[in-house]
């Protein structure tokens, strides 16, 4: 390849011209980062880092189909409410087991303890769900076991 004044071009131009493309790609993946918030998932959500929330992990066991699905109907309202309602409540998540439909898993992280057992606790949404789990637990219908627990803020959410 010939440059303007006729010359062959140098590999040096070549060197210049292949940093400068890198230096560009990378600055705008850069950019795209810090405009979108840092990484992100798949699903396009911002991955978060150091929020060192306070964790309940909870399993319930349902000895039947009806006080299963009876508790997924109900947790499904919690969540609606909590999901418009609770902005220091970062996941409120119900999983079904994929072995065992009558196995959950309630996974969920507060900004702090005092949130969960402030807020959360005397909310509309806690009040009325609650007592009917306690009723399923009493009837002998569904098994609660968990713990809480402080994030360490090593990893990611």
Not at 7 to 28: E, H, K, P, T
Not at 119 to 147: C, I, N, W, Y
């Amino acid at each position: 390849m010939r440059g303007r004044s006729g010359g062959r071009l140098s590999s040096d131009f070549y060197g210049r011209a292949l940093a400068f493309g890198l230096g560009a790609a990378c600055a705008f993946i850069a950019g795209r980062m810090a405009v979108r918030g840092g990484p992100r998932t798949t699903a396009g959500r911002a991955k978060a880092r150091g929020e060192r929330a306070f964790v309940l992990a909870v399993g319930i066991e349902c000895a039947d189909a009806e006080a299963a699905d009876a508790l997924a109907a109900d947790w499904a309202l919690a969540a609606d409410w909590c999901y418009a309602n609770e902005p220091f409540l970062y996941h409120y998540e119900l999983s079904r087991s994929d072995k065992n439909p009558l196995k959950f898993l309630v996974y969920e992280r507060y900004r702090s303890k005092a949130d969960y057992l402030g807020d959360h606790k005397s909310s509309p949404a806690f009040l009325a769900f609650r007592p009917k789990m306690k009723a399923l637990q009493d009837e002998g219908r569904v098994t609660v076991t968990g713990e809480s627990y402080d994030e360490t803020g090593l990893g990611f959410a």
